[in-house]
């Protein structure tokens, strides 16, 4: 099965900074590659798909970009919105479907 | 609006059984894969099960399978999982899902509506 790791696992940062979270996959997984974010309480939100694929409805400042093993979620601008926790999902052909550990960005 | 509502989760004790729902609303239900996905307290997300737009084809995360199956009544618009054998471990927040397409291992796929979960604790 692909294996999903994340980091950093926490990431301080302020508003207005541009910020990046690297997954990386034990096993090449194309462009197969998903990113979420989840608040307190509430259900995963969908970012990013196929590594680069912004989301309807998602702001301009997520981006995604990568493929293979390597893949980033860049945020452009931090805004107060945004400090949440932040997960991939690979999907690639006849795997199982698999997260990372996530990312928790917080606010310094 | 699109929504899904999960329903059944509860209190069980160790090694019974327990079926989830999940009531689907504002889209086309028998277009689009769904699936299950479970969160422990305090932990991450973890996939558990998908099932295709017809229900003809399943899959499910090794620590599942064998004792979950799912299954969809698309006639009524809902999406079940039945937990057999329940352990400790399996205690977490289920989630129900929705794929962007109708079936599977597809580059543009991805979970785009999701639920808001209902409590499954497994303890004697």
């Known amino acids: 099965d692909i294996q999903l790791t994340q980091s950093p696992s926490t990431l301080s940062a302020s508003v207005g900074d541009r910020v990046t979270i690297t997954c990386r996959a034990s096993?090449?997984?194309?462009?197969?590659l998903a990113w979420y974010q989840q608040k307190p309480g509430k259900a995963p939100k969908l970012l990013i798909y196929?590594?680069?694929s912004l989301e309807s409805g998602v702001p301009s400042r997520f981006s995604g970009s990568g493929s293979g093993t390597e893949f980033t979620l860049t945020i452009s601008s931090l805004q107060p919105d945004d400090f949440a926790t932040y997960y991939c999902?690979?999907?690639?052909?006849?795997?199982?479907?698999?997260f990372g550990q996530g990312t928790k960005l917080e606010i310094k | 609006e699109v929504q899904l509502v999960e329903s059944g989760g509860g209190l069980v004790q160790p090694g019974r059984s327990l079926r989830l729902s999940c009531a689907a609303s504002?889209?086309?239900?028998?277009?689009?894969?769904m699936h299950w996905v479970r969160q422990a307290p305090g932990k991450g997300l973890e996939w558990v099960s998908g099932?295709?737009?017809?229900?003809?084809?399943?899959n499910y995360a090794d620590s599942v399978k064998g004792r979950f199956t799912i299954s969809r009544d698309n006639a009524k618009k809902s999406l079940s999982l039945q937990l057999n054998s329940l352990r400790a471990e399996d205690t977490a927040l289920y989630y129900c899902?929705?794929?962007?397409?109708?079936?599977?291992?597809?580059?543009?796929?991805?979970?785009?509506?999701w639920g808001q979960g209902t409590m499954v604790t497994v303890s004697s």
């Open positions: 899902a929705k794929g962007k397409l109708y079936d599977f291992w597809n580059e543009d796929d991805a979970f785009d509506i």
């Open positions: 504002g889209f086309t239900f028998d277009d689009y894969a």
């Open positions: 099932i295709n737009w017809n229900g003809g084809s399943t």
């Open positions: 096993q090449s997984i194309s462009s197969w």
């Open positions: 196929k590594a680069s």
């Open positions: 999902q690979q999907y690639n052909a006849f795997s199982p479907y698999s």
